[in-house]
């Protein structure tokens, strides 16, 4: 079973700032079968990017993914006050779903 | 625009079968597959298990041996049962669509979420 690694656990960064995320895989996946949400307080998550680097519907431009084989970043370009939350990056492989176990992007 | 809409007993006492419910409503019901998720209190997410419209079921070996996951096509749901729950098994309980069918390939992804049920397992 694949273990994901999401580093760091908490980023403290001000509004404007970028965030740069890293998700790390315990063997080599499949990029078509990584993707990353966002969790705000009280809320179910919510898909950002699948395929590794692929945005999802009515996601800003602000938020990138990229990587490929053990190593995958989100990028939010620039922090907005709404975008302090939760990420949690996942992924599929043999039947299974994963997720990693998530980085908090506060404010500073 | 595919939504769904869960509901189920909140409040359990140990020993005590888990059901919840979700309702696939403004879409198809097919070409998806249909997860849930749960997430303890102040911890990260985990998947328990999928089901899609042919009855086909993925579980989580953690709790394969306590989970069963149904479909009823009929009335576009799919529901969760989890035996006998422990102080352990307390945490929100999302539905959610995994894989979607498009353009002749399946994609893999959670993009329609349930609001969640809170699930309290106390004696």
């Known amino acids: 079973e694949i273990v994901l690694t999401q580093s760091p656990g908490t980023l403290a960064l001000s509004p404007g700032e970028r965030a740069t995320l890293s998700c790390r895989a315990s063997q080599s996946v499949t990029s078509s079968y990584l993707a990353w949400y966002q969790q705000r307080p009280g809320q179910a998550p919510r898909l950002l990017i699948y395929g590794a680097s692929s945005r999802a519907t009515g996601i800003p431009d602000r938020f990138s993914g990229s990587g490929s084989g053990t190593d995958f970043t989100l990028t939010i370009s620039r922090l907005e006050p709404e975008d302090f939350a939760v990420f949690y990056c996942q992924h599929y492989g043999n039947s299974l779903w994963t997720f990693g176990q998530g980085t908090k992007v506060e404010i500073k | 625009q595919v939504q769904v809409q869960q509901w189920g007993a909140g409040l359990l006492r140990p020993s005590e079968t888990l059901s919840l419910t979700c309702a696939v409503y403004?879409?198809?019901?097919?070409?998806?597959?249909w997860s849930w998720i749960r997430q303890p209190p102040g911890k990260g997410l985990e998947w328990i298990g999928e089901?899609?419209?042919?009855?086909?079921?993925n579980y989580s070996p953690s709790l394969k041996s306590r989970v069963t996951i149904s479909i009823d096509t009929s009335r576009n749901q799919f529901s969760l049962k989890l035996n006998s729950v422990t102080a352990a098994d307390t945490a929100v309980y999302y539905c959610a669509s995994s894989r979607r069918y498009i353009f002749y390939n399946w994609e893999y992804y959670m993009d329609v979420w349930g609001k969640g049920t809170t699930v309290t397992v106390s004696s």
């Open positions: 403004g879409g198809s019901f097919s070409g998806f597959y």
């Open positions: 089901i899609n419209q042919s009855g086909t079921t």
